[in-house]
């Protein structure tokens, strides 16, 4: 066992859950291993990310305070030790959404009017201080996508995603990996406190609309048409902003961020992580119905131009 490991077990050794039984749960891209302990009446899920592999468990534990104190349901954190990268926190629940509406797809609606609604909430909130998503940052995003995808130089592709930002103000606080395996149903709950939130570590300031765009564009499941559009009238009617502009809006914010995700699932693959490549053919689908809007001609061009399809 390792030093750190070694710190890590001295540390439950001395909390209320020490004798509780351990339950896996099953991880993300990241080094992070979670563990759910489950007690007589209770559980809590231990948070285990070495410093040396993410460093991102300060963040996570400020961006979840920051939730939690303005009534939105992130995990509690009972327990912290920044140096080790251990968090303990509060068990928002099994069922994720992507689970939920398989499992009973007429809950669909329902479920994403409930995520949808968290987002109206979160666009609501003064943001706290956070790297801010600039449109030249937005382009710097791709650069990932020509080196690990496309094989070729990043400049047009990284210039193309800056223009397209253009008039387009980071001011919102983004969770940045809002999509149905990252929200926990909670039916039994109300409002607000029924969609729970995970994974928010690399939350940044972006332009309002971009956790819908993160939420409808999800390349893990098909989102309906139908269920996109009832989901944007509703973000657009909740926060008053113009339908055409928040349709713009998310047309942009989809395609870089599915752009990017081509670029992060190529690393991954080549790393090893050959489940990745299924998801592929699903990003590229999603980046070309967001590139199809007439304001992003210009980047479709390029992307077509510099970007080879993903085969089916």
């Known amino acids: 066992m390792s030093e750190r490991a070694q710190a890590i077990a001295r540390t439950l050794s001395r909390a209320p859950w020490r004798d509780w039984r351990a339950e896996p749960i099953t991880g993300d891209a990241s080094a992070r291993i979670y563990t759910r302990l489950i007690g007589p009446e209770d559980s809590v899920v231990v948070m285990d990310a070495d410093p040396a592999q993410d460093s991102g468990t300060p963040a ?16 509690k954190i009972l327990m912290e030790d920044l140096d080790l990268g251990l968090v303990v926190m509060t068990d928002l629940g099994r069922d994720r959404i992507a689970e939920a509406v398989s499992r009973t797809p007429e809950l669909e609606a329902e479920v994403y009017d409930a995520a949808t609604d ?3 909430a979160l666009d609501g909130l003064a943001p706290p201080p956070l790297a801010a998503m600039t ?7 791709v650069a990932i996508t020509a080196e690990r995808y496309a094989r070729c130089d990043p400049g047009p592709l990284c210039a193309a995603v ?3 930002f253009a008039g387009l103000t980071p001011d919102r606080i983004a969770l940045r990996d809002v999509h149905a395996e990252n929200l926990v149903w909670r039916p039994d709950r109300h409002g607000l406190d029924r969609v729970g939130l995970l994974d928010f570590q690399d939350a940044f300031l972006a332009p309002r609309g971009y956790d819908l765009a993160s939420l409808l564009s999800d390349i893990r499941r098909d989102v309906p048409a139908s269920v996109r559009a009832r989901e944007i009238g509703r973000f657009a009617r909740a926060t008053g902003q113009d ?7 998310l047309a942009t914010l989809g395609a870089q961020r599915n752009l990017r995700i081509l670029g992060v699932f190529s690393r991954l693959i080549a790393n090893g992580k050959d489940h990745y490549a299924a998801l592929m053919p699903r990003v590229w689908t999603t980046l070309m119905r967001d590139l199809s809007h007439p304001e992003l001609s210009d ?3 390029v992307v077509l131009r510099d970007l080879p399809p993903v085969a089916p």
């Open 135 to 141: 449109p030249q940052v937005a382009g710097e995003m």
């Open 60 to 75: 996570f534990v400020k961006i979840a305070r920051y939730l939690a104190s303005r009534d939105l349901a992130a995990p």
């Open 243 to 249: 339908e055409s502009d928040l349709n713009r809006a």
């Open 118 to 120: 968290v987002l109206v």
């Open 162 to 164: 800056t223009q397209s």
């Open 299 to 301: 980047l479709r061009a």
